[in-house]
């Protein structure tokens, strides 16, 4: 049977965006290389040109230049035909991995979705709100032995709050009274006490005593008290 109707050959698979936008990229860089070279021959004939006096030969050499002016424009026109193509190729390209994406997104979210289900199952919202409770109770609790632990013993009960508030302004208009709002009791003393008077202390000497009377000779003292160094004289 293989003989008579011979083996199906398998199909090839079809290029893909990538393979297809590769090989136009190498036909543009085969059309550029081209291009370059057509310009490098339209600048020598410029030259010609210009060092050529006009006649026939200047036309012949105008006529090389105007057929491969031609070339150049169609390769121009095949050029931008390939940018075109590669273009096309690029936003097909962009929008299959746009799509690509958009599959890894829906599936992530499909994963999470039935993950948070599974644990929902296990939190439920009264378990919450009977735990709120419980905690709100636990802190009053608390707050209640905190003050029952806070309070002092030598504090009476029976305390009237009107005859407090009378002490406080009572206090109030006398600390204003003094000067400055300073007590009497915290003020410095205006004069303070003798006390060599209050001990009957003899006064201290002065600096300058006086030579006694029966001493006819005596030296003349300086202002300390102190004996004064007579100066010797010189005599020419």
Known sequence: MKRVFGVKKDKEPPPSIEDA???INKRGDTVDEKL????????????QIKKTRPGPAQEAIKARAMRVLKQKRMYEGQRDMLYNQTFNLDQVSFAAEGLKDAQQTMSALKSANKELKGMMKTVKIQDI????????DLMDVSNEIQETLGRSYNVPDDIDEDELMGELDALEADMGSEADGVPSYLQPDKEEPDLDAELNLPSAPSGSTTAPAGRSNAQAEDELGLPTVPRASVRS
């Not at 370059?36 to 030259?47: G, N």
């Not at 709100?129 to 905690?135: A, R």
């Open 21 to 23: 936008s590769d090989r």
């Open 36 to 47: 370059k070279k057509l310009d490098a021959e339209l600048s020598r004939y410029k030259e």
């Open 129 to 136: 709100d009977n735990l709120q409770d419980e905690m709100m």
